[in-house]
C-alpha cells in the first residue's frame, strides 16, 4: 500500500484524463501467489490533447511482466514503470490503439483486502476506492467508465464458481484440470465497480420478475453449510428490487444478480455492478445466530448495495470529491426503505441517535471535514459518517425544501440526463432547482461547510396580543481549515401545541408556504405567529428535520407537553430524550464536583408512564426507556470530560428509574412474542422492550437471576443476547455472568460470527478492569488479529464503546490501541486508520487523560513506517 508521501488531492485540480478508454478485456490465471493478469485496453487519444503527451496508468506494488502496442512489444525506451505507475510515450495521434498489460500478483499475501486477495480459501477483489491498481495499470479513477469483458480461468478442485461482473458469456474445461468461464458487462463502469470471485462455496438461488416482465436470475453464495442462513438477505433482495421499482420507477438491468459473502472484509458491502461483495456479518442471518439489529442491519444494507445500481453504478462520481454523491444519496434511499419496511417513526429515531453518536462527535473533532471533502491525502479515510449519514441527511433536507413531489420529479431528472455519466454535486442540485423552480445556491453550502450548525431557539408570548414570536438565531463553529462560515438554509419543520394538546393551525406572518417548516436563512430572524389562542409550546426541529444542535430555554412541563401531545411520533421521542439528556448532563457535572445527585422522579415518571403505555408501539416504547448513553452525555458536555463521572451519575439514574418502575418492567420483561421467531418489526419490537424491561428489573433487583434465567431459557439469539449483556454491563464479576459467557463460547466455537458477539460484550463492560480481559483476550491462542471482523468486535467494541474502559485514567487503554494500530498497519493500513478513529475525541477530555492520549498518538505518530491511512488520521488528530 501507499506509505506516507504528503501528497494531498485537491477538488479544484479536477482534470479529465489525456486518453479515453473504450473497453478494456480481462483475462485471469488465478494462482495464490502468481496470478497472472493480462489487460487489453482500447484507448484513444483524447480531442485536442498533444501528441507528445504520454499515457499515464495507476499502479500500487505491481510489477510489469509485459507491454505491448497493438500485439508488439513497446520499446524499453518509450516507457517508464515503477510499482506504481506506468508511463508510455509515442502513442498515436488520433487512431485508436490496444495497449497490453501483464502483471502477476499474489492474491494470499495480499493482507491489505484491497485489491484482488483470498479470504477463506475464496479469490475476491475489493476495488473501491483505488483498489483496481493493486491489480493492473490503469486510470484507476471513476471518471474513466469501460465496457468489460473478463475471463478467468482456474483449478477446477480450487473454485468452483468462476465469478465476474455483468452476464454470463460462456465457459468450459480448459487444461490439466483447469476450467474458465467469461462475463460480459455492457453497462460502462468505473473499475472501482470491477469484481472477480472465485471459489468454492455454496449457494441459493430464486428470481424477480422485473416491472417490464424481464426474468432476472438471483444468486446467493455463501460458505458451505452456511446456505440456510442466505434466505432473509435473498428475501430482502427481492423486496428492494421491488420497492426501487414503485418509489423510483428504477428497473434492474442485468440478466443475473448475485452476492457473495466473505468472512474478510474492510467494510460492510460493496455495489460492484451485477456482482455485490459481502461481508458475511450482513448476509447470514437465522433465528439462532443473528439478533433483531443483525436482521435489520442485513436488510438495510442489502438495500444501499441494491440501490447503488442506480446511484452509483449508472450515475457514478467523477472524482472522489463527489463521494456522497453516490453515498449520501444511497443511504438516503436505504432510509426510506426500511422506513417503507418497518415502522416509520421508529427507524427515524434510530437514525436521530447514530448520527448524534458517531457524526455530531466527528464534526466537533479534529477530523471534521465537509460532506465533500476539498482535499484528501487518502481517500480511505473519507467513507466516514458525515459523507455517509451527514450526506444522507442533505438529501432529507432537499426533500423537506422542495416537497415530496418536486423531489420525485428532480430525482427523475437526474436520472434521464445523467445516466451513464460521472456527475457532480452540482449537476445533482441543478435538478432539483430545475424540478422545483428554487436557488440552490445557499444550499449547496451543506456540502462545503463542516461542522453542526447550532439554532439558539428563544420565544415571546404575548398575553394580551395573541402573538408568539420565535427568534433563531444560527451559528458555526470554526473547524479544520474553515475559520469563518456564511449563514446556511437550515430548515425546521415545527409545531404550535396548544394548551389542550391540538396543534395551531396558522402559520407566521409574511410567510406565504405553510409547509411548516420555519426555513432559517439569515443569521437572526423572527418568526411571528398572530391569533393563537393561548400560549403554545414549540415543538421545533420535529423529525429531525435538519442536523443542527438546538439550544432553548424549555421548561421540564414543555417538554412533557410536547412528549404527551405531539401529533409527531419522533418528536415526542425528541421531548423525552431532551429531559433525560439535560438530567444526566446535570447529575453528571454534579458527580464530577462530588456533590450529592439530584432526584431523577420527574424523569422515572415519565418513563416508567411510556414503558406502561400499552396505546404506543413496543419498539417507541423501547427506544424511549433507552437512556442516551455515556459518550451522548459526554457530547453535551462538550469539553473537561471525566468518563467516570458520567459513567457514574447514568448509573444512579437508571437505578432510580429501574426502583421507581420495578412493577411494570418485571412485568414488560416477560412480554416477548412467544413461539416461532419472526424477524418483523412487530415481534422486534416487542423483544426490544421485553429487553430493556429485564435490563431495568435487574438493576432494580441488584441480581443477575432474573437474565441468567432468561439465558436459559432463550430460543433465540436477541433474547440469549441481551441477556447475556444484561449479566456483563451490570454484573460482570458474578458467578452466573462467568458461567453464561462460557455456555456461550462453547454454544458457538465454531461460529465466527456469533463469537464475535462474545468477544464485544466483555469488552465493553465498564470499569478500567476491562483493559486487562481484552490484552488476555487479545492473546488467547486462537485469536485472529487478520480477521476484521474480530478485531473490530474486540478492539474496536473496547475503545469506541466502552468510556470508562478505555478512558481509564491510567492512559493503559489508549496505549493498547495505539500498539495494536502500529501493528495492524503493517498488514492492513485501512482497518488501522479506522480503529484508530475511536480516540478522535480526545481533546475534550480532562487534562490528565488528554495528556495520556496525545502521549499515545505521539507514540504511534514517531513509530515510523506508517501507510498514508494511519499517518493522515494521526497527523489530523494530533494538528
Ligand atoms: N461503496 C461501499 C458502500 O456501499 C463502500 C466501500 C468502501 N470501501 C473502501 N475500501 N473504502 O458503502
Ligand atoms: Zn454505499
Not at 382 to 397: A, C, D, I, P
Not at 576 to 595: C, K
Not at 596 to 620: G, Y
Amino acid at each position: 500500500m501507499r506509505t506516507e508521501t504528503g501528497q494531498v488531492f485537491k477538488l479544484k485540480d479536477y482534470k479529465p484524463t489525456d486518453f479515453v478508454v473504450e473497453r478494456i478485456d480481462l483475462t485471469f490465471e488465478l494462482d495464490p501467489r502468481e496470478t497472472k493478469v493480462i489487460s487489453r485496453v482500447i484507448l484513444h487519444r483524447r480531442e485536442g490533447v498533444a501528441k507528445d503527451v504520454p499515457l499515464v496508468f495507476d499502479g500500487d506494488e505491481l510489477t510489469l511482466d509485459g507491454l505491448q502496442l497493438d500485439g508488439s512489444d513497446i520499446d524499453p525506451a518509450l516507457y517508464d514503470v515503477t510499482p506504481d505507475t506506468l508511463v508510455i510515450r509515442g502513442l498515436p495521434e488520433s487512431a485508436p490503439f490496444e495497449v497490453t498489460v501483464s502483471t502477476t500478483i499474489s492474491p494470499e499475501t495480499n493482507t491489505a483486502l484491497m485489491g484482488l486477495y483470498r479470504t477463506n480459501g475464496v479469490y475476491c477483489t475489493q476495488c473501491e476506492a483505488e483498489g483496481f491498481r493493486r491489480i493492473t495499470y490503469f486510470y484507476d479513477r471513476p471518471d474513466v467508465l469501460a465496457v468489460y469483458t473478463v475471463t478467468i480461468i482456474a483449478s477446477k478442485d480450487e473454485a468452483k464458481y468462476l465469478l465476474s461482473n455483468g452476464n454470463y458469456l460462456g465457459g468450459g474445461n480448459y487444461d490439466e484440470g483447469r476450467h474458465f468461464a467469461a462475463w460480459f458487462d455492457p453497462h460502462p463502469k468505473p473499475s472501482y465497480l470491477f469484481a472477480l470471485v472465485a471459489g468454492d462455496l455454496g449457494l441459493i438461488e430464486d428470481t424477480f420478475t422485473t416491472m417490464s416482465g424481464r426474468e432476472v436470475a438471483l444468486k446467493i453464495y455463501v460458505e458451505h453449510g452456511k446456505e440456510p442462513r442466505a434466505g432473509y438477505a435473498m428475501d430482502a433482495l427481492k423486496r428492494s428490487m421491488r420497492w426501487d421499482e414503485e418509489v423510483y420507477g428504477r428497473e434492474y438491468d442485468l440478466d443475473i444478480f448475485q452476492i457473495v459473502a466473505v468472512s474478510d472484509f474492510n467494510m460492510g458491502a460493496m455495489e460492484n455492478k451485477g456482482l455485490n461483495v459481502f461481508n458475511d456479518k450482513y448476509v447470514l442471518a437465522d433465528p439462532a445466530t443473528a439478533t433483531d439489529a443483525d436482521f435489520a442491519n442485513i436488510e438495510a444494507i442489502i438495500a444501499h448495495e441494491y440501490f447503488h445500481n442506480w446511484t452509483g453504478n449508472r450515475i457514478t462520481c467523477r472524482d472522489w470529491f463527489q463521494l456522497c454523491l453516490k453515498e449520501g444519496l444511497t443511504v438516503y434511499r436505504d432510509h426510506a426503505f426500511s422506513a417503507d419496511q418497518r415502522s416509520a417513526p421508529v427507524k427515524r429515531i434510530a437514525e436521530i441517535r447514530l448520527l448524534k453518536a458517531h457524526q455530531f462527535p466527528e464534526d466537533a473533532g479534529p477530523l471534521a471535514h465537509p460532506v465533500r471533502p476539498e482535499s484528501y491525502r487518502e481517500i480511505n479515510n473519507f467513507y466516514t459518517t458525515t459523507v455517509y449519514e451527514k450526506g444522507s441527511e442533505v438529501v432529507r433536507m432537499i426533500r423537506t425544501v422542495v416537497g415530496a413531489e418536486d423531489f420525485r420529479k428532480g430525482m427523475d431528472l437526474y436520472f434521464e440526463r445523467h445516466d451513464g455519466d460521472a456527475a457532480t454535486i452540482e449537476d445533482f442540485l441543478a435538478c432539483f432547482a430545475e424540478a422545483s423552480g428554487r436557488d440552490f445556491k445557499q444550499f449547496s453550502l451543506w456540502y462545503s461547510q463542516a461542522g453542526t450548525p447550532s439554532v439558539t431557539v428563544s420565544t415571546d408570548w404575548n398575553e394580551a396580543k395573541k402573538t408568539f414570536k420565535v427568534t433563531l438565531e444560527q451559528s458555526l463553529a470554526p473547524t479544520p481549515g474553515q475559520s469563518r462560515k456564511a449563514p446556511m438554509h437550515i430548515p425546521l419543520a415545527y409545531g404550535l401545541i396548544l394548551p389542550d394538546g391540538s396543534e395551531f393551525a396558522g402559520h407566521p406572518t409574511g410567510k406565504e408556504a405553510a409547509d411548516g417548516v420555519l426555513h432559517l436563512t439569515r443569521r437572526r430572524q423572527v418568526f411571528t405567529f398572530t391569533g393563537v389562542p393561548g400560549r403554545p409550546v414549540l415543538s421545533i426541529n420535529r423529525g429531525f428535520s435538519a442536523p443542527v444542535n438546538i439550544a432553548m430555554e424549555q421548561s421540564t412541563a414543555d417538554l412533557a407537553h410536547i412528549a404527551r401531545h405531539d401529533s409527531d411520533g419522533v418528536a415526542r421521542w425528541q421531548a423525552i430524550s431532551e429531559q433525560a439528556t439535560r438530567h444526566l448532563v446535570e447529575a453528571s457535572r454534579l458527580a464530577r464536583d462530588g456533590r450529592n445527585l439530584p432526584s431523577a422522579r420527574d424523569l422515572a415518571d415519565i418513563l416508567v408512564a411510556t414503558a406502561a403505555d400499552d396505546s404506543l408501539e413496543p419498539a417507541f416504547r423501547a427506544q424511549a426507556l433507552t437512556l442516551p448513553a455515556e459518550s451522548d452525555i459526554a457530547r453535551e458536555i462538550g469539553s473537561n470530560i471525566d468518563p467516570d463521572a458520567i459513567h457514574a451519575a447514568r448509573e444512579a439514574v437508571l437505578s432510580e428509574i429501574a426502583r421507581a418502575g420495578l412493577a411494570v418492567f418485571s412485568d414488560l420483561a416477560d412480554g416477548a412474542p412467544k413461539g416461532p421467531y419472526s424477524p418483523g418489526a412487530a415481534d422486534a419490537g416487542r423483544r426490544a422492550l421485553a429487553g430493556i424491561a429485564m435490563n431495568y428489573a435487574a438493576i432494580a433487583e441488584g441480581s443477575p437471576a432474573r437474565a441468567k434465567a432468561a439465558f436459559d431459557a432463550a430460543d433465540n439469539m436477541t433474547t440469549l443476547s441481551q441477556a447475556l449483556q444484561v449479566m456483563t454491563q451490570n454484573f460482570p464479576a458474578a458467578a452466573e455472568t462467568r458461567q453464561a459467557l462460557d455456555t456461550f463460547r462453547t454454544r458457538f466455537a465454531d461460529d465466527p460470527l456469533v463469537l464475535d458477539k462474545w468477544y464485544s460484550l466483555q469488552a465493553l463492560a465498564p470499569g478500567a478492569g476491562t483493559r486487562a480481559r481484552v490484552e488476555e483476550l487479545l492473546a488467547g491462542k486462537d485469536f485472529d488479529r487478520t480477521n476484521p471482523n474480530r478485531m473490530r468486535a474486540l478492539v474496536g467494541a473496547f475503545t469506541s464503546g466502552n468510556p470508562t474502559g478505555f478512558n481509564a485514567a491510567d492512559g493503559g487503554g489508549y496505549r493498547l490501541l495505539a500498539r495494536e494500530v502500529v501493528d495492524i498497519d503493517k498488514r492492513n493500513p485501512q482497518l488501522a486508520a479506522r480503529l484508530l478513529t475511536a480516540m478522535r475525541s480526545w481533546r475534550s477530555l480532562e487534562a490528565e487523560r488528554q495528556e495520556q492520549a496525545r502521549l499515545a498518538l505521539v507514540s504511534i505518530r514517531s513509530a515510523g513506517n506508517l501507510s498514508a491511512d494511519v499517518s493522515d488520521i494521526v497527523d489530523r488528530m494530533l494538528a
